[in-house]
């Protein structure tokens, strides 16, 4: 008899693509570096739309 323990024995907790909001494994997420923003994306794809939006709404409020 042999226990199959898949998560492992310490498995943390997903995360959230701060764009998509898909649940990424923590060791899987794409986290931006040198950034003044630290978040977790599931893709450099999303962190490209994240800036994007972020710049648009920047522009939009001066
Ligand atoms: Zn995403």
């Known amino acids: 008899m042999s ?3 898949p998560a ?8 959230e693509c701060e764009m998509c909001l898909k ?3 923590e060791s899987a ?3 931006p570096e040198g950034s003044d923003y630290v ?4 893709g450099i794809a999303c962190y ?3 800036l994007r939006k972020r710049r ?3 522009a ?3």
């Not at 978040?39 to 599931?42: K, L, S, T």
């Open 3 to 5: 226990q199959a323990n």
């Open 8 to 15: 492992g024995p310490a498995a943390s907790p997903p995360i």
């Open 23 to 25: 649940e990424i494994p």
């Open 29 to 31: 997420a794409f986290t």
């Open 39 to 42: 978040g977790h994306f599931c």
């Open 48 to 50: 490209e739309e994240f």
């Open 56 to 58: 648009e709404a920047a």
């Open 60 to 62: 939009s409020q001066e």
